[in-house]
């Protein structure tokens, strides 16, 4: 289905990476991979995933450091020529902006959240735009917690929820040139990232008994969602916030 198709994956950090999940699954349908990973201590743990992967380029990657996000798309314009999808998944919020009340968050720490967490998305939209002169596709993830006040979600709330209007500005802006761009909404995983949330564990289990299927779902669920947005079976689509949470968010 992915056949001759190239992506970058940002945002493996293990196995249990959402972004993994995404990077597996394109593989297993054709697609060759860019993947990133986030400094020299996560490289041990991210390089033999991408051997795993047969990725073509695997580059460190930090937003916030200045030029890294440029010189890794000047790499990928240099050694490929072209990009067919950029999958975008990472977030980062400070500890103690993020456990605390929305009200209370520091501008520093807000700041710093969507910098990471929505900016960078935007950026790598402008970066790929020249690389995409075929098409394309821009993914990022979000959460249910950006439409709706979910307990110890805090400050991501209002970030995620800048993500998805970002989504929905770009795939107006970006659409008369082929691009397409959305957000992916799953439920809660068992994430390094999502063990930042305080009371993680409880948002789990709730999200478990709300949910129609009564679970859970898993990476390689969103890898395949991604990997049907990413195709072209989903040609006619662009700028939706896409669930893949065994149905939790239609729960009142």
Not at 55 to 84: H, K, M, N, S, T
Not at 86 to 96: G, M
Not at 98 to 117: I, K, N, P, T, Y
Not at 127 to 141: H, K, S
Request: net charge neutral; aromatic share 8%.
């Amino acid at each position: 289905m992915l056949k001759g198709k190239r992506g970058l994956v940002v945002g493996v950090a293990n196995d249990s990476s959402i972004a993994y999940g995404c990077a597996v699954k394109l593989r297993a349908f054709g697609a060759d991979l860019a993947v990133t990973y986030l400094n020299e201590k996560a490289e041990k743990y991210v390089r033999p995933l991408a051997e795993q992967l047969q990725a073509e380029i695997v580059a460190p990657l930090d937003v916030q450091q200045p030029g890294q996000l440029e010189a890794l798309f000047e790499r990928i314009a240099r050694e490929w020529g072209r990009l067919d999808f950029v999958i975008h998944s990472i977030a980062f919020a400070p500890r103690e902006d993020l456990h605390g009340r929305v009200v209370d968050c520091s501008a520093e720490g807000f700041a710093q959240a969507m910098h990471v967490s929505c900016w960078s998305f935007l950026r790598m939209a402008k970066l790929a735009e020249p690389l995409m002169d075929r098409g394309g596709v821009l993914v990022t993830m979000s959460y249910y917690g950006a439409d709706k006040v979910v307990g110890n979600y805090n400050m991501m709330g209002p970030v995620k929820a800048a993500l998805e209007a970002s989504v929905r500005y770009a795939a107006a802006e970006l659409g008369e040139k082929g691009i397409r761009a959305f957000a992916v909404s799953p439920g809660p995983l068992k994430t390094r990232a999502a063990s930042g949330i305080a009371q993680f564990d409880e948002l789990v289990q709730m999200a478990q008994e709300r949910a129609p299927q009564h679970r859970l779902v898993d990476i390689a669920e969103v890898g395949r969602v991604v990997s049907f947005l990413v195709g072209g079976a989903s040609s006619g689509m662009t700028g939706d916030t896409i669930y893949v949470d065994a149905g939790l968010h239609n729960v009142a």
